[in-house]
């Protein structure tokens, strides 16, 4: 489902990523672990298509992201990618249900379509009575619970998050983890997933653990 081939990246004279091979299989949920500065993030944001390598190529659903020109790839983006950040970067001024349906209308969805698919997102993660708030009248935990309705929207093939509960309680970090397997679950969904939390890591299917710029090892998560 992605294939990541040859991957470089440097800034400046400063080599962040030094030849990075990946694949990940439609449904997987993947973690990425190392210390700072290891190229995690730079590698997200690559394989998101916000940033471009110096070397490589990237395939997601068998589409060379690489060769599509800017309009293209700003619509491949939108259609078949969703980001949920560390902080939820939800639009304060919109309720949670406007904020969810932005992608939507992005791409040209009808209001009626947006708001009933976004309405049964609400559903599915238990927050349709929290659809006219807005940001600042929700906990940490239900906005970045919007954060996810929003990013999964246009029903894209990756969700790629990074650190996304770097900023919640205990009690909110195990609802969320919860959250990305009851998504996988449910829709086949793949997320790959930059984290320091070990927790999170350990109950990935996977773990990609880089350090100064290249993936050292790869670990599977056994089951009994």
Sequence with gaps: MIDIQGIEKSFGTLKVLKGIDLHIDKGEVV????????GKTTLLQ??????????GDIIINNTHTL???????????????????????????????????????????STAKAKDRA?????????????????GELSGGENQRIAVARALMNEPSVIFADEPSGSLDS?????????FFDLR????????????????????????????????????????
Excluded: C, W
């Design 31 to 38: 973690s990425i672990v190392g210390p700072s500065g290891a």
């Design 119 to 135: 309405t049964m997102l609400l559903k599915f993660l238990g927050l349709e009575d929290r659809a006219t708030h807005k940001p």
């Design 67 to 109: 060769q599509l020109s800017s309009k293209k790839l700003s619509q491949f983006r939108n259609q078949e990618i969703g980001f949920v950040f560390q902080f939820h970067q939800l639009l304060p001024e919109f309720t949670a249900i406007e904020n969810i349906m932005i992608p939507a209308f992005i791409a040209g969805t």
């Design 171 to 179: 009690k909110n970090k195990e609802e969320l983890h919860k959250l």
């Design 46 to 55: 690559i394989m998101g298509t916000l940033d471009q390598p110096d070397k």
């Design 185 to 224: 679950n449910e829709y086949g969904q793949t997320f790959v997933i930059v984290t320091h939390d070990e927790h999170l890591a350990s109950i990935t299917d996977r773990t990609i653990h880089m350090a100064d710029g290249i993936i050292e090892t790869t670990t599977l998560t056994t089951t009994e």
